[in-house]
């Protein structure tokens, strides 16, 4: 499993958030550097999250562009996109992400 995982639920529809376009970045020196973006699956989870050379201390932020997601349902959003920033310090640990969202709202937590 990779140690950095995320998870996008449509709590509006009690349903996975599939195709949700997910780009992960790491701060470098205040800097942002993202990685591809990605798409969430069937299940709203995102397999191939982290890019080579794995996670390692430091700043991160995952950027969730849900408005696409929401007008391909007929909704419009107040809120386009999310974008959680979070630290990381024991790269033992396992980082999960989680993004719960409806057209006006969202929260997050450190899932595990």
Known sequence: MSPLTTHVLDTA??????GVTV?????????????P???TNADGRVPDLL???GLHPGRWRLRFDVAPYFAVRGLSCFFPYAELVFDVTEVSRHHHVPLLVSPYSYSTYRGS
Do not use: N, S
């Open 13 to 18: 529809h009690g349903i996975p958030a599939a």
């Open 51 to 53: 890019p080579e050379g």
């Open 23 to 35: 780009t992960l970045g790491e701060d470098r020196g205040g800097l942002w550097h993202d990685a």
């Open 37 to 39: 973006p990605r798409q």
